[in-house]
């Protein structure tokens, strides 16, 4: 009798501490709200911030063996002037007293007076910060890794050929105002988002972005030398480390779900719990879906079962999903995974007719796929299709005219391509003098074909 007396008296126990959770939600207060908003800016702008390491995995694998350490500086040096220029000019253009068009150019960006006072010692600002709803700087934070996100697909498009001061160059204007001013546009407020423009994690405003940078690039450039026979085939440039590949396609995979679940940019309520589940899902869920897709039609397009393309599916299914992931029918972001993951795939066959040479398939996986996802918001997240294509053109003339214009500044003023020698020789030895695999090659020592 007393063993069951404790068994009920523990039943009830653990009932009552299954309600806790309820009862804390009802009581949690502005305060608590902020800390999980802010900690959810921090952690998912992390995870996106990891998704530069598989960029340079992803990169470094595509390219032959002797220009893989300049893909490794060229991804940590357009991550630190991305975070040095949006803190410098890019965040304020982007978000402060925007105007219709662009914001204030004023320079540096910091806590709000009251946080600094409040970390001083002073009292009575703790309601004035709360109020707020998150950290000022966890914001700028998270809004900084989607700029490097940006310049790192220009820097796969324009792989073994591209001058590296000449991409850093181009990388500060991109990151300091190209992109600042279409985030002003929309997420800051501008005329776009005011007209009802939807993209809820980028795939125009981030991917498109810096698939149009990307296109402009390839096209002042050139290809790489013999990529394109005289006959118009095209010589096959296979990977030269297929894991590291596949390695940076699934840190990719892995760092959207912080690209997509923390742009619901709330974590204080179960209402943005439930949502940050179903963006999650729905952002996997069209990955897979662009995969497989990929691998249906990659044989039929390439004459064989090509795994570059079925990895870009994934991409492209993942940035097809960025612009509408909210959606409660998981069933469209199969639908619109998938369509990503074809897109992709006809795009790099499609910028191989064209003789435009992407080592990657930035652009096809970026831009086309982008473009695809934007569109697709009509479907299920109740966009209006005039004005989504309004955002697609504007944003497309904006940054690839401006685009163009700098790559052609800088071809004028430096050169942007670096010479048949330096591109046969690699650019580890000629920019950096150290390869990326020594135990397995022997490179020259030669100071003429500097």
């Known amino acids: 009798m007393k063993s069951r007396k404790n068994t009920c008296l523990l039943f009830i126990a653990l009932s009552g501490m299954a309600l806790l959770p309820n009862i804390a939600f009802a009581e949690v207060g502005k305060e608590s709200q902020f800390v999980f908003n802010t900690f959810s800016f921090l952690i998912w702008g992390a995870l996106v911030m990891w998704m530069c390491a598989g960029f340079t995995m992803l990169e470094s694998g595509s390219v032959r063996t002797r220009n893989a350490s300049v893909i490794c500086l060229k991804n940590i040096g357009l991550y630190s002037i991305a975070s040095i220029m949006f803190f410098v000019v890019g965040y304020n253009l982007m978000y402060v007293d925007v105007n219709g068009f662009i914001g204030t150019f004023t320079l540096f960006y910091g806590s709000t007076p009251e946080e600094s006072l409040w970390l001083g010692g002073q009292d009575g600002l703790a309601e004035t910060v709360v109020e707020t709803g998150y950290s000022t700087m966890s914001d700028w934070f998270f809004q900084m890794v989607f700029v490097a996100t940006t310049a790192s ?53 981030v991917h498109s972005t810096g698939g149009w940078a990307a296109l402009a690039g390839a096209l002042v450039v050139g290809a790489r030398t013999g990529k394109f026979r005289e006959d ?190 330096v591109e046969e020789l690699g650019q580890d030895l000629v920019e950096l003098g150290i390869e990326a695999y020594p135990e397995f090659m022997i490179m020259p020592d030669n100071e003429e074909f500097k």
């Open 153 to 205: 697909i220009v820097s796969g498009a324009l792989a073994e050929r591209v001058k590296l001061w000449a991409f850093f160059l181009f990388i500060v204007v991109l990151t300091a105002i190209i992109y600042p001013v279409v985030g002003a546009w929309t997420w800051g407020g501008g005329w776009l988002g005011n007209m009802g423009f939807q993209d809820f994690a980028g795939s125009t405003i």
């Open 232 to 421: 118009g085939t095209v010589k096959y440039t296979p990977p030269s480390n297929v894991p590291v590949v596949t390695l940076g396609v699934f840190i990719l995979w892995l760092g959207w779900f912080g690209f997509n679940g923390g742009s619901q940019l709330a974590l204080g309520s179960a209402i943005d719990v439930i949502a940050m589940s179903i963006i999650l899902v729905n952002t996997n869920l069209a990955a897979a879906a662009g995969v497989l897709v990929a691998l249906i039609v990659s044989r039929p397009l390439f004459g064989r079962v090509d795994l570059m393309s079925v990895l870009n599916g994934a991409i492209g299914g993942l940035v097809a999903i960025t612009a509408g992931p909210d959606m409660i029918a998981h069933g469209w972001a199969i639908l619109i995974g998938g369509i990503g993951g074809l897109v992709c795939s006809l795009g790099i066959r499609a910028l191989e007719k064209l003789k435009i040479d992407d080592v990657v398939g930035a652009v096809p996986a970026h831009l086309f796929a982008g473009i695809w996802g934007t569109i697709a918001t009509c479907i299920a997240s109740g966009a209006d299709i005039l004005i989504q294509l309004i955002g697609i053109l504007a944003v497309g003339a904006f940054v690839f005219v401006s685009s163009y214009i700098v790559w052609m500044i800088l071809e004028k003023a430096m050169g942007c391509r670096v010479s048949k020698n």
